[in-house]
């Protein structure tokens, strides 16, 4: 099986998709909270809102995409079980959804990845195998599905995940109907894909940047080579950022979409790490981060002063690096 998946054209999504996913998974999920910020529009000079995924069910928005996927199983899938690949936050968010599904769920993780994500994963109810780095345990996850005969749910490439993923640009453009600019973390690109490709369909001209480290900047590179890419290494102290490669069809939506892809270094992510903890009180990972990190630098484009909404994607930072990463910050 391919590393990289290509799944659909980008030419089935619709309003209606987005909507039917959204009415699919809302009962199960939280629609997490638009929190303006006032020290932060008055650093950036517009109306700055923080969209708190990090406070969404395990922690991050993974939830949505995962359980959307989980529940458009057939019964044979669900009979059989399913396997998947994460750092950790859509670890955690698979095996949460496939508990309350009542489906048997298998995680691996690169060896690397946060002990806390890994500890999470297992006690949501999943079997979870640590494996080299991110290329290898994407490996491995297809080598044990085709062994058990399990059904592998792709973190990003897949058009179940990115259509639950869309109820997060829905809810944005509900809740602040005037938003101009959507700033939104990349890894593989299941999150900015969707919120560019949900948003196009409800709020067309809201222009939708994605941040990538620089220490992982596989979307980046693809959008300039006009194809999906594979790294041979990634490295950036957002381990939910570091996704070997983008996806095809995340690729092939944001590159319709989207404005572009920034890029920010490691010092900015935990520069705004330390940000939102101080002057907004929101505990974010380093991944959850990386969208203010393009702000606060002054990288993101804005075309006037309308309202801009930055993604906090996700909040489980492991408590025992928090420490060293405000310090960092300091």
Not at 12 to 29: G, T, Y
Not at 207 to 231: I, K, N, Q, Y
Request: proline share 5%.
């Amino acid at each position: 099986m391919d590393i990289i998946l290509a799944m659909t054209s980008i030419h089935e999504f619709s309003r209606e998709r987005f909507e039917d996913a959204r009415a699919r998974i809302a009962p199960s999920i939280h629609r997490t909270p638009l929190v303006p910020s006032r020290t932060l529009s008055d650093r950036i000079g517009a109306p700055v809102y923080l969209k708190c995924e990090n406070l969404q069910k395990t922690g991050s928005f993974k939830v949505r995409g995962a359980l959307h996927r989980l529940l458009r199983l057939s019964d044979e899938e669900r009979a059989r079980g399913v396997a998947t690949i994460s750092a950790g936050n859509h670890a955690q968010a698979v095996a949460w959804a496939a508990s309350a599904a009542g489906v048997k769920s298998l995680v691996v993780m690169p060896e690397h990845a946060s002990p806390m994500k890994a500890r999470a994963s297992r006690e949501y109810g999943a079997e979870v195998v640590l494996h080299g780095d991110a290329t290898a345990a994407f490996k491995k996850v297809f080598e044990l599905a085709d062994d058990r005969g399990l059904t592998f749910v792709h973190p990003f490439d897949d058009p179940e995940v990115v259509a639950g993923h869309g109820s997060c640009g829905l809810e944005i453009a509900e809740d602040l109907p005037d938003v101009r600019t959507v700033v939104v973390p990349v890894g593989g690109g299941g999150l900015s894909s969707a919120i560019a490709t949900s948003l196009a369909f409800v709020k067309p001209g809201v222009a939708v940047w994605g941040v990538e480290p620089e220490g992982a900047p596989a979307m980046h590179r693809s959008l300039e080579a006009g194809r999906a890419l594979h790294l041979d290494a990634v490295s950036t102290v957002a381990d939910g950022l570091a996704a070997p490669m983008a996806g095809v069809l995340n690729h092939q939506l944001l590159a319709e979409h989207a404005r572009g892809v920034i890029l920010v270094t490691d010092d900015e992510i935990v520069a705004a790490l330390h940000v939102l903890l101080e002057r907004t009180k929101l505990l974010a990972e380093p991944a959850g981060a990386a969208g203010l990190a393009a702000l606060l630098a002054g990288r993101v484009p804005l075309d006037d002063s309308g309202p801009v909404v930055v993604v906090i994607s996700g909040g489980n930072v492991d408590l025992a690096s928090l420490g060293s990463l405000l310090e960092r910050a300091v």
